[in-house]
């Protein structure tokens, strides 16, 4: 199965203005149709903007709501998937960190953020995400099967967690989709773990970053797509596909063949050498410290 064209979506958002994030959003959308892109994916809270504070439980929507709407209309008419990050308000009025997958179907499904971070945002100042203030955390992981292969999405902090990603990849994901609102910061420690993620699940991975300043946060952009068991290639993980920008809007765009990570587990076996040992061992350790 190829997928082809992958677009990396990157945006500096708008906070709390929707409709401007909107339209830089379907922008990149159209010039992504004129390069026949099959899959979109934009960053953690792109529609939003992260630094809305209480501003939060005023522009958050149900999903599906009326920006599901809108990225479905885009979707149905450019023959495209598209995913994006956005704050959903439940039926009952609780907040979440989630993301959204829409398809020339219509909507298909959402995640949300399982993790939510409580450390600094500020190596040098007290400041902390406003992920724990205003967000519930998720509990589902689901993998959905779509016409371009299994898709499954993790949301910033979630990468920094390995059984994450590997509860996604053990469901048949072929597709980890990673989404964020790193500051920049964070660079270092973040950059290298979404390769990781890939060599240690042999499975590709597709992550977005939001880039530019919003408010007093910088973030590093430089998205990536990462076609675990590339041709040419025994090293899972390498070589990267594409590489966005670490200081501009725009998409980025990268071919990619969902299947072709089979060719390099017979050489790679991580998933043939788990052992239910392993995981009974790590919940007897975690029930010790908890």
């Not at 704050?87 to 953020?113: Q, T």
């Not at 007290?126 to 959905?144: I, N």
């Not at 068991?229 to 899972?236: R, W």
Request: with cysteine; glycine share 12%; proline share 6%.
């Amino acid at each position: 199965m190829t997928l082809g064209n992958v677009a990396i979506g990157q945006i500096t958002p708008v906070t709390g203005q929707k409709n401007k994030n909107l339209v830089k959003m379907k922008q990149h959308i159209i010039q992504a149709s004129q390069k026949h892109v099959g899959l979109v994916v934009f960053p953690e809270l792109a529609l939003t903007g992260y630094n809305c504070g209480d501003d939060f439980f005023e522009v958050a929507e149900q999903i599906p709501g009326e920006a599901t709407h809108f990225f479905t209309k885009l979707a149905e008419e450019y023959n495209m998937y598209i995913i994006w990050g956005m704050p959903e308000k439940s039926l009952n009025g609780i907040l979440y960190n989630a993301a959204v997958l829409v398809g020339p179907e219509g909507y298909i499904g959402k995640w949300r953020k399982n993790t939510l971070p409580g450390h600094a945002t500020d190596k040098t100042g007290p400041g902390a995400f406003p992920d724990r203030r205003y967000f519930k955390a998720g509990e589902g992981l689901p993998v959905f099967d779509t016409k371009i292969g299994k898709i499954g999405v993790l949301i910033c902090y979630d990468i920094f967690f390995p059984e994450l990603a590997r509860m996604l990849t053990l469901q048949g994901a072929d597709i980890l989709v990673g989404i964020s609102g790193s500051p920049t910061f964070e660079k270092e420690i973040f950059e290298p773990i979404i390769k990781v993620r890939a060599m240690e699940n042999t499975v590709n991975i597709v992550y977005t970053n939001l880039v530019g300043i919003e408010g007093e946060t910088e973030y590093w952009g430089g998205g990536c797509i990462i076609g675990a068991g590339e041709k040419d290639t025994k090293v899972p993980g390498s070589p990267l596909v594409c590489k966005a920008p670490y200081d501009e809007e725009g998409i980025t765009i990268g071919k990619l063949d969902v299947q072709e990570y089979n060719k390099i587990r017979p050489y790679f076996p991580v998933l043939r050498d788990l052992t239910t040992r392993m995981y009974e061992q790590l919940g007897e350790l975690h029930r010790k410290i908890t």
